[in-house]
């Protein structure tokens, strides 16, 4: 049975997402990051993607900063 696994850490912008996950390594934990961005399909269902079009590539790269700086302002580690 597979196991839902919630981030340790969300961060919103717009209709973009980056979720920091806590994993476990050989060398102790470490966080990872993986971004989306919601949108509606065509039936007016909410969806999310991983793929970015040019008018995202701004709102992307902000997120990331974002995510890299609450990374780094805990050492790049879990504490």
């Given at each position: 049975?597979a ?43 909410w ?14 790269t902000?997120?990331?900063?974002h ?11 879990p504490?």
């Open positions: 049975m196991t839902h696994k919630k981030p340790f850490h969300t961060l919103r912008s717009g209709g973009m997402q980056a979720a920091i996950w806590l994993n476990d390594g050989i060398k102790g934990p470490f966080f990872s990051t993986t971004f989306s961005r919601s949108f509606k399909d065509r039936t007016g269902a969806r999310n993607a991983s793929s970015f079009g040019f008018s995202d590539l701004k709102a992307l902000d997120l990331m900063l995510a890299r700086e609450w990374i780094a302002s805990r050492g790049g580690t504490r």
